[in-house]
């Protein structure tokens, strides 16, 4: 997933919020919503990094598996200068034999 952002040309201020949300404040809530969804995390650890590969920050998050993620700007487009991410708890797997009888339609 890429978020345009105006890279290279100022600071970019990133915000990494974890629910649950036990600090204040939250997620700007006047933030527009560029992705929201799940997303898998091999290792647990979310990274965020710029195109050219000069930055990078990680932050383990918890157990590998697959969260639900929302990232939001200030401003979409290419003057975005502020992108929050919120990452949501660990998502169950589904259970297979639930769905392999909702695929057989038993």
């Known amino acids: 997933m890429a978020v345009r952002v105006q890279a ?3 600071l970019i ?5 974890t629910e649950p949300l036990d600090e204040e404040p939250g997620p700007d809530p006047s933030f527009t919503t560029v992705f929201e969804g799940p997303i898998s995390l091999a ?12 930055t990078r920050f990680v932050s ?3 157990e590998a598996g697959r969260r639900r993620i929302r990232v939001a700007v200030d ?3 290419w003057n975005a ?3 929050d991410i919120s990452v949501g708890p660990r998502l169950r797997a ?4 639930g769905a392999a009888k909702a695929r ?3």
């Open 8 to 10: 290279q040309v100022r």
């Open 13 to 17: 201020k990133v915000r990494l919020f």
């Open 43 to 54: 290792d647990g650890r979310l990274v965020i990094g710029d195109v050219m590969g000069v």
């Open 60 to 62: 383990l998050i918890g």
């Open 75 to 77: 401003e979409p487009g």
């Open 81 to 83: 200068a502020a992108v």
């Open 94 to 97: 589904a259970n297979a034999t």
């Open 104 to 106: 057989s339609g038993l």
